[in-house]
């Protein structure tokens, strides 16, 4: 699926209910991920924003965009921004992921081990992401 039909999926209802008061994130998320779309069109672009303003929820970005799964995130990931996709390649949740291409951007290391192999917190980043909306947790990011 393109961007258009992506954006069919996710629930403007959530997105509106999220607070704007980190705008430099959303600006830093959504640069990061209209260096990697595939497209560089109006659908695309509002793709990013969703994506963008939904990283500013508290809960796994795949619930805060109001989708069925992660793996219709990671789809939509795949098709619209595949070098993200692809640079993804631990399959690290989404949220974890896009704050840590910036920290690597800024030359800022974000994990206490020399590799995430060995990284006592290796749970939060990666596993299972099942569980309500609204469960506030360090493991929903």
């Keep these: 699926m393109f961007a258009s039909?992506?954006?069919?999926?996710i629930d403007p209802?959530?997105?509106?209910?999220?607070?704007?008061?980190?705008?430099?994130?959303?600006e830093n998320v959504l640069a990061l991920l209209l260096?990697?779309?595939f497209d560089q069109d109006a659908p695309t672009l509002r793709l990013a924003e969703m994506i963008a303003l939904a990283c500013?929820?508290?809960?796994?970005?795949?619930?805060?965009l109001g989708l069925s799964s992660r793996?219709?995130?990671?789809?939509?990931?795949?098709e619209n921004f595949p070098g993200l996709f692809l640079a993804n390649s631990g399959n690290m949740r989404w949220k974890k992921f896009f704050y840590r291409e910036?920290?690597?951007?800024?030359d800022i290391a974000i994990c206490r081990a020399p590799s995430c192999?060995?990284?006592?917190?290796?749970?939060?980043?990666?596993?299972?992401?099942?569980?309500a909306v609204g469960a506030k947790s360090a493991l929903a990011h």
């Excluded at 929820?57 to 619930?63: K, P």
């Excluded at 910036?102 to 800024?106: G, N, P, Q």
Aim: charged letters at 30%.
């Design 102 to 106: 910036l920290c690597r951007r800024a």
């Design 56 to 64: 500013l929820g508290e809960n796994h970005l795949w619930q805060d």
């Design 13 to 26: 209802r959530l997105l509106a209910g999220l607070p704007r008061t980190r705008e430099d994130e959303y």
């Design 117 to 131: 192999a060995v990284c006592s917190e290796i749970a939060v980043c990666f596993g299972a992401e099942e569980g």
């Design 35 to 37: 260096a990697h779309a």
């Design 71 to 78: 793996k219709v995130l990671s789809d939509l990931m795949r």
């Design 5 to 9: 039909a992506y954006i069919d999926l």
